[in-house]
């Protein structure tokens, strides 16, 4: 039999990778740092520039994962030794504890409804609440919770009620070790803090969110439901202005390039909007508006169609007038006239940046990164999916910025690369 190949990042990249390997009759282990694979785009609610459900694309893909009889799916996990070369590695993953036995748990969800405790839910964007005992959402695979120790309380209700008793009061690491022929790194982006501009006020103002929780109160599986609420208050908005380039194309903070996506994320989002309540007024300031995919002009379009108004100027700061609504001077750069917005609520489109940990990453396998701390590919061209240490191939915004088609398809030839190796061997 050749040898394993295995896939780091459970995102749609990741999960495209590890199905097209598997197809090809080779073991998969698929590693993913987080309780659920799904990555990124299991929080979003539409996709550009079809408004496609999201998870309506990405949950059966998960579940055909989860399923899979040559995929091996280790959540919690990470990717923490390799030694070898192309075609003979060796590598050691180290799985967190869960402090739940997955063999025993039916996600019932029984010991979460009698959980006391609730915090800050990453998975919303921090705009809900999770308990101490948990499953990130609905569709969560594994559907398997996961008891958060930094935050339990020990109160030992979820023990009672569990019937399987699958919820473990101790637990630790556990080391696996595998031969791989190749290793596919598909490990995502995070979101740019936006705190990195003071000027807007973010986390000073509650009506100054991020886009990202935006997608999660406009999501009918989010926190309010779908319904757009003003975080001061509870009130619908009457007015929505969004930001552009927040933490993205940046020379001072570090960060020049553009991050592809927050454009066509806007419009998304600005017609979601005014589907939703026409009477409400959209407002996008940008400094360009890159629609450079199939179908995306037309998308930009369609936006206009709707009523949404575009600025070509970035506001000089976020302002709290006395009489209640926020304030936004800004320069129409095309007419330059200056405009004052007063909005009820801001959405800043933040930037993308590496994911957490790549650096730790790079260097256990043995690869460069970017100046800017993405991956450092081969050659741009002819081997865009190949790391500079043989048997080590990239895909996704782990590489740079880019839309999920671009993902999904630089993800199935990072898998015919690894497949070659493997089949080399033998």
Known sequence: MPPSVVVVGGGVAGCQAALDIAEHGLEVHLVEREPSIGGRMAQLDKTFPTNDCSMCILSPRMVE?????????????????????????????????????????????DCVEVCPVEVY??????????????????????????????????????????????IRREDQDRLVTLEAAAIVLTTGYDPIDPRCKPHYRYGEDPDVITSLELERLINASGPTGG?????????????????????????????????AVCCMQAIKN???IREKSPGTEVAICYMDVRAHGKGYEEYYERARALGVRFVRGLPGEVQRSATGPLRLPVEDTFTGEILVLEPDLVVLSIGLQPSAGVKGLADVVGIDLEETGFYRSADDLFNAVEAGRGGIYLAGAGLGPRDIPDSVAQAGAAAVRACLDAFRVT
């Open 65 to 109: 994962v989860a399923r899979h009889p040559r995929i091996h799916v280790h959540t919690l996990s990470e990717l923490t030794r390799v030694e070898g070369e192309r075609g003979r590695f060796s590598v050691t993953i180290t799985e967190h504890p869960r402090f739940v036995d997955e063999a025993l748990c039916t996600g019932c969800g």
């Open 121 to 166: 839910n990453r998975f919303d964007a921090g705009v809900g609440v999770r308990k101490a005992i948990y499953t990130p959402h609905a569709q969560a695979v594994p559907n398997v919770v996961t008891r958060d120790t930094v935050h339990c309380i020990e109160c030992g209700l979820c023990y009672d009620v569990c019937g399987p008793d699958a």
């Open 227 to 259: 319904e757009i609420r003003r975080l001061s208050n509870g009130e619908k908005p009457r007015s929505v202005v969004f930001i552009q380039c927040v933490g993205s194309r940046d020379m001072q903070q570090g960060r020049p390039w553009c991050s």
């Open 270 to 272: 600005a017609q979601l």
